[in-house]
C-alpha cells in the first residue's frame, strides 16, 4: 500500500517518526511551504527565509538519499490552494491508501490532519514526536494528583529519568538548581564572542529572494541573513555556543546590554524547534563540557534546565490546556497593542532597543522577552490575544506551542496562576539593575511620578491596585499591597493619574 507521510516546517529531522520504516519505492513525502501554520501568521520575513532555506535543504538531502520527494515551493497559486486540497489530489494521482505524520505543534494544524480520515477515506496514523523527552502521554500522567504544577519538580524527575548531572543518583554537589547564581551584570571589559553566522549559498538565497516577493509587507528585516539552515551548520553552531559561549552563559543570561542582543546565548532554539537539532545531544554537549572542567557548572545548569527542564514543561502544558488556554485572560486585560511594538518608536530606552532588535534579528533573549517586552505588557494591561499574535509572528524560535503558554502563563498571568506561581510585573528597578538601558533613556529611573518618571515605576503599583482583588492573596506578591497600603493617598493618587495619562496616550 502507497503511504503519503507528510513533514511540517518543524519536522525537519531524518529522526522524524513520520519516516520510520519508509519504503522508499512505494511511499512518498510530500513537502510543503504553504501550510496552513506558514500562511496564517504574518512570520517575520527572516523567520520564513529560515524555515523556507531550511526546508529546501532538508528536501534535498531526502533525494540524494532516493526518497520520492512531492515539494511545494511557495507560489501564488500554491498560497490560493487550500493545503487540504493539496493533499486531496496526490492521494488521487499516486493512488495513496494511507497517510502518516508526526504529531502536528500546533493544536489547529493536529484537528485538521485528525479530520482528513473522514474526507479522504483512508488511515491516518499520527506517529508520537519522538525529538522530546517528555511524552505528552508522560507528562499528562504527571499532573494527575498535583494540586499546583511546578517546573522545578519536573525538570528534577526528568534530570533523574534522563540520568544528567548526577552522582549516584542525587544531584552532583547536592544541588539542583544554581539560578540564584545565574544574575550577574557583566563588568565593562566583557568580551562577548561573536554569534554563529552561516554562509549563504544558492538555496538561501533564492530563499530570501522569493521571502522577499511573497511576504514583502510581513514585519522584521530579512538581511544580514546568518541562520544555519543544515543540520552541519547546526552542529557548528552547538559546538561554537560549547566552545565560546557556555562558560559565560550561567552567569550572564538575564543580563541586557545595549548593541548586544547576542549576549552568551545559545541561540540554539531556533534549530531546536525546526528538528535541526536533538535535545539529548544538546545536553550531553553541555554536560560533557562541565566534566571535562571547560564550562562551570552553575552555566551547564543553567543551559540544561531550559532544555529539559523548560521546554519540555512549556510543550506539556500546550498539550494540557489546549484549545481552551488560548482564550485564558485571567486578568481581564483589553488594551490594544501599542504601535511601538512594530516600529520601535518609543521615548522607553529600554522597549526600543528590544523591539529595534527584534525587527533587525527576529530574536530577542528570555529576559527581554519576559522582563522588558512582556512585562510592559502585563502591567499596561494588553489583551493577551495581541501579545500572543505578536509574539508568535516576530520570533524566528516561536511555534505556538512554546509560544502560547510562555506569553499566556508565564509573561501575562492569564492563566491566573496554572504555570507561573506569581506575575512576573517589575517596576523599572529591576531593568536598571539587569541592564544598561536606563543610562541612555529619556526618562529617569530615580524619578517615581511625573512626566520624567519612567512609566514602569508608577505602572507597575497601578498594575497591583487594578488587579488586587485576584492578586492580594498570592503569598509571593502579597507583601507587596502592605508597601501599598503604606503610600499616602496623595502617592497612589499621583501613580492613578500617571498612569491614566501613559496609558490613553499610547497609539
Not at 248 to 277: K, R
Not at 288 to 317: C, D, K, M, T
Not at 328 to 342: D, I, V
Request: charged share 25%; with cysteine; net charge positive.
Amino acid at each position: 500500500m502507497k503511504t503519503l507521510r507528510i513533514i511540517f516546517e518543524d519536522n525537519l529531522s531524518l529522526s522524524i517518526s513520520s519516516l520510520e520504516d519508509v519504503d522508499k519505492k512505494e511511499d512518498f513525502i510530500f513537502m510543503s511551504e504553504a501550510t496552513p501554520t506558514m500562511l496564517q501568521v504574518k512570520h517575520h520575513k527572516k523567520k520564513i527565509a529560515f524555515l523556507i532555506s531550511a526546508m529546501r535543504h532538508f528536501a534535498e538531502g531526502l533525494k540524494k538519499k532516493g526518497y520520492n520527494i512531492i515539494y511545494d515551493k511557495i507560489s501564488e497559486h500554491n498560497m490560493a490552494i487550500p493545503y487540504r486540497d493539496r493533499v486531496s489530489k496526490i492521494i488521487q494521482d499516486h493512488n495513496i491508501g494511507k497517510i502518516i505524520v508526526t504529531e502536528p505543534s500546533a493544536y489547529s494544524l493536529q484537528q485538521e490532519i485528525m479530520g482528513y480520515g473522514g474526507v479522504f477515506n483512508i488511515p491516518i496514523e499520527i506517529k508520537e514526536d519522538g525529538r522530546f523527552l517528555s511524552t505528552i502521554k508522560d507528562f499528562k500522567a504527571w499532573t494527575k494528583n498535583k494540586k499546583q504544577l511546578r517546573m522545578e519538580f519536573f525538570y528534577r524527575e526528568m534530570r533523574t529519568k534522563h540520568a544528567i548531572l548526577l552522582d549516584g543518583g542525587k544531584p552532583v554537589t547536592g544541588t539542583w538548581n544554581y539560578d540564584k547564581e545565574n544574575r550577574k551584570f557583566p563588568t565593562n571589559n566583557v568580551d562577548i564572542p561573536k554569534p554563529y553566522s552561516a554562509q549563504n549559498d544558492t538555496i538561501t538565497l533564492e530563499a530570501i529572494k522569493d521571502t522577499q516577493h511573497f511576504f514583502k509587507n510581513n514585519f522584521g528585516d530579512i538581511i544580514p541573513f546568518y541562520f544555519a539552515v543544515t543540520r552541519e551548520q547546526a552542529l557548528d553552531c552547538l559546538a561554537l555556543f560549547i566552545t565560546d559561549r557556555l562558560k559565560h552563559f550561567g552567569d550572564y543570561q538575564d543580563a541586557m546590554i545595549q548593541g548586544e542582543p547576542w549576549m552568551y546565548h545559545s541561540h540554539l532554539s531556533f534549530y531546536l524547534n525546526c528538528g535541526l537539532l536533538l535535545p539529548m545531544e544538546c545536553i550531553k554537549a553541555a554536560e560533557s563540557a562541565y566534566h571535562a572542567h571547560r564550562a562551570p557548572l552553575n552555566a551547564v545548569e543553567g543551559f540544561i534546565r531550559q532544555i529539559l527542564g523548560w521546554r519540555e514543561y512549556i510543550r506539556g502544558i500546550y498539550w494540557l490546556k489546549m484549545p481552551h488556554y488560548k482564550e485564558s485572560n485571567f486578568l481581564n486585560a483589553t488594551r490594544n497593542l501599542p504601535g511601538f511594538y512594530w516600529d520601535g518608536i518609543t521615548k522607553m530606552n529600554c522597549l526600543h532597543q528590544c523591539v529595534d532588535e527584534t525587527r533587525k534579528n527576529a530574536y530577542a533573549h528570555h529576559i527581554q522577552r519576559l522582563m522588558v517586552l512582556g512585562n510592559f505588557a502585563l502591567i499596561a494591561g494588553i489583551d493577551p490575544k495581541y501579545v500572543n499574535e505578536w509574539f508568535l509572528i516576530v520570533y524566528a524560535d516561536a511555534f505556538e506551542w512554546v509560544e502560547l503558554p510562555n506569553v499566556t502563563g508565564m509573561i501575562l498571568f492569564a492563566d491566573g496562576g496554572f504555570l507561573g506561581s506569581k506575575p512576573y510585573a517589575s517596576g523599572g528597578n529591576y531593568i536598571n539593575k539587569m541592564s544598561n538601558y536606563c543610562k541612555n533613556c529619556h526618562y529617569s529611573i530615580r524619578t517615581k511620578n511625573g512626566p520624567k518618571a519612567c512609566p514602569f515605576n508608577y505602572l507597575y503599583w497601578d498594575f497591583l491596585s487594578r488587579n488586587r482583588e485576584k492578586l492580594e492573596k498570592n503569598n509571593r506578591i502579597g507583601m507587596m499591597y502592605k508597601t501599598y497600603d503604606r503610600f499616602k493617598q496623595e502617592q497612589k493618587n499621583m501613580i492613578q493619574n500617571d498612569s491614566q495619562t501613559f496609558l490613553n496616550a499610547l497609539k
